[in-house]
């Protein structure tokens, strides 16, 4: 429900009387209550899935064995068809799980699905001391990842910690964002963080102003249109080349969602401006870029 319509509700409720609108605080703790158990299910369930039983059960090794079969049986792609990349296994999701997430104070879990194409991304990145931009942090677990993987990596977070707008009634978010984001890369290590808590586009103008510039960039911020495009406008300026741009989100525009409300159009319009500027690398659900110029 968005800030809009919940506050709508709010408002009917309190026109016809009823005393639940002064219950908004027993939903919210309840929500986050909710999110507590889903957490430690989640939990339980990748410590199941990665024990020696599951991976040794009959029933699951011939359905890997059917898998690996139609993987070869595949046909193979058509040239002109966008390069993707090989995903890797996934035995780094699951000790990422087991080491970081399963110890953090994560109400949410978006990101762990695209561990698989960023883990092989990362390998160019090993044993570097890369420079890191994220745009969007939240909780840290996208941050958190970064750091756990390259070690020797250094990585600017920006984000307002305000939280994001209509999903308070969720429990997500909250006051506390900001601590809990510092707690969560803590378990990593937070000597590598450079937090910078702002709206994106003025943040982006004071690192160009001090002159700083990043190997690998991950756009996740305000999901408007227009800011995406600003985003997207400063970031570039601050990739050296041969860097990485990974844009969040990208893909159909929901049916329910206003088109300006999204970020996929500013990602296509960037993408035409600098289309002779970059290298399509991946996009499956996320837009992944190599800045050529």
């Known amino acids: 429900m968005t800030?809009?319509?919940?506050?709508?509700?709010?408002?009917?409720?309190?026109?016809?009387?009823?005393?639940?609108a002064d219950d908004?605080?027993?939903?919210?703790?309840?929500?986050?209550?909710?999110?507590?158990?889903?957490?430690?299910?989640?939990?339980?369930?990748?410590?199941?899935?990665t024990s020696r039983w599951w991976r040794l059960h009959p029933r699951l090794a011939f359905a890997r064995m059917a898998q690996r079969?139609?993987?070869?049986?595949?046909?193979?792609?058509?040239?002109?068809?966008?390069?993707?990349?090989?995903?890797?296994a996934d035995d780094v999701s699951d000790r990422f799980r087991r080491e970081v997430v399963a110890s953090g104070d994560f109400?949410?879990?978006?990101?762990?699905?695209?561990?698989?194409?960023?883990?092989?991304?990362?390998?160019?990145?090993?044993?570097?001391l890369a420079r890191v931009l994220e745009l969007g942090s939240f909780?840290?677990?996208?941050?958190?990842?970064?750091l756990w993987r390259l070690p020797d990596a250094q990585v600017t977070c920006v984000d307002t910690f305000a939280g994001i707008a209509g999903y308070e009634a969720?429990?997500?978010?909250?006051?506390?964002?900001?601590?809990?984001?510092?707690?969560?890369?803590?378990?990593?290590?937070?000597?590598?963080?450079?937090?910078?808590?702002?709206?994106t586009h003025r943040v982006l103008r004071d690192l160009l102003d001090e002159g700083e510039s990043f190997d690998l960039a991950y756009v996740d911020a305000s999901h408007r249109a227009l800011d995406v495009l600003a985003d997207a406008a400063l970031t570039w300026q601050l990739l050296v080349p041969r860097g990485i741009c990974i844009f969040d989100d990208y893909g159909p525009?929901?049916?329910r969602v206003e088109?300006?409300?999204?970020?996929t159009l500013a990602i296509n319009a960037f993408r035409g401006l600098v289309a002779d500027q970059l290298e399509l690398v991946d996009e499956q659900r996320q837009l992944i870029v190599r800045k050529t110029a």
């Open 259 to 263: 088109p300006l409300d999204h970020p």
């Open 69 to 88: 079969r139609s993987r070869k049986e595949t046909p193979a792609p058509i040239e002109d068809a966008p390069p993707r990349i090989e995903r890797s």
């Open 170 to 199: 969720y429990g997500i978010g909250g006051p506390d964002l900001e601590q809990r984001f510092d707690r969560n890369v803590a378990l990593v290590d937070a000597s590598r963080v450079h937090k910078r808590v702002g709206v």
């Open 139 to 146: 909780e840290g677990l996208s941050a958190c990842f970064l």
């Open 3 to 20: 800030a809009r319509s919940w506050d709508s509700f709010d408002a009917s409720l309190r026109g016809c009387g009823n005393s639940l």
């Open 24 to 49: 908004r605080e027993v939903w919210v703790a309840v929500n986050q209550r909710l999110q507590r158990e889903v957490k430690q299910l989640r939990a339980r369930v990748a410590a199941f899935e």
């Open 107 to 128: 109400t949410e879990d978006w990101f762990t699905v695209y561990v698989p194409v960023w883990d092989t991304l990362m390998n160019e990145f090993e044993g570097r």
């Open 253 to 255: 525009i929901p049916d």
